[in-house]
């Protein structure tokens, strides 16, 4: 699985939109990009997930750039509940969906009041 | 729809020791995988459970084992534990051929090894 690199941290104003990028320049065509976050003393949760085309859902967007080497998970209006230390993950897909997560140190988004 | 569960939430045991964590996966899952999160770094992949047979094993000695049971339930054990085996060991499910479908985390197990 390709490496990702992120940010340690960052921080967002409450009701502002949240941009957190990840860089996987070494991603492979048969690879998706995953994002999980784990808030304080939690399991990870899965947000979203894509392959080439941006994806959007009740959580979050997910905007993958043309030569797929980077992307930026957006939460559009962010909250004091989405503190958390978020994941940047890439996986081979291929026909199963349990091979193993390869979690990287994650970038820890605070959100301020 | 009950999620992934995990049992105990915590638990203190001394070195040498021997523990075993338990997981319930998610209704409707067949495949179970265990992962080790020391303070501050990201979880790590222990190893992974489908039919009752270790699948994929991650970079950990062989005093990490595990057990799935026909309902797919599943246990950790570690022996002869370390003060490095102090960590939140968390539990993932997912169904083993279902491409879009993802992994679900448990709330995890607090193991501090004195």
């Known amino acids: 699985d390709a490496k990702t690199t992120q940010p340690p941290s960052m921080d967002c104003a409450e009701g502002r939109a949240a941009n957190l990028p990840c860089n996987h320049s070494?991603?492979?065509?048969?690879?998706?990009v995953y994002w999980y976050r784990q808030i304080h003393s939690q399991g990870p949760q899965y947000i979203i997930h894509?392959?080439?085309n941006n994806e959007t859902n009740e959580m979050a967007s997910l905007i993958i750039t043309e030569d797929r080497k980077s992307s930026t998970l957006i939460l559009p209006h962010a909250t004091l509940r989405d503190t958390a230390v978020y994941y940047c993950?890439?996986?081979?897909?291929?026909?199963?969906?349990?091979?193993?997560?390869?979690f990287g140190s994650g970038t820890r988004l605070s959100i301020r009041p | 729809d009950a999620g992934v569960t995990q049992s105990p939430t915590h638990l203190i045991k001394t070195r040498g020791q021997q523990v075993t964590l338990r997981c319930s996966p998610k209704s409707g899952h067949d495949t179970v995988s265990w992962y080790q999160q020391a303070l501050g770094q990201g979880p790590q992949f222990i190893f992974q459970y489908y039919e009752e047979e270790e699948r994929q094993r991650g970079n950990f000695p062989d005093r990490f084992s595990g057990h799935q049971f026909p309902n797919y339930s599943s246990e950790l054990n570690v022996n002869a534990l370390l003060l490095g085996d102090s960590a939140l060991y968390l539990c993932?499910?997912?169904?083993?051929?279902?491409?879009?479908?993802?992994?679900?985390f448990g709330p995890g197990t607090r193991l501090t090894v004195l």
């Open positions: 894509g392959l080439k």
């Open positions: 993932a499910s997912s169904l083993q051929w279902y491409s879009t479908d993802t992994q679900y």
């Open positions: 070494t991603i492979s065509g048969n690879e998706y």
């Open positions: 993950i890439v996986r081979v897909e291929e026909y199963s969906s349990a091979s193993k997560i390869i």
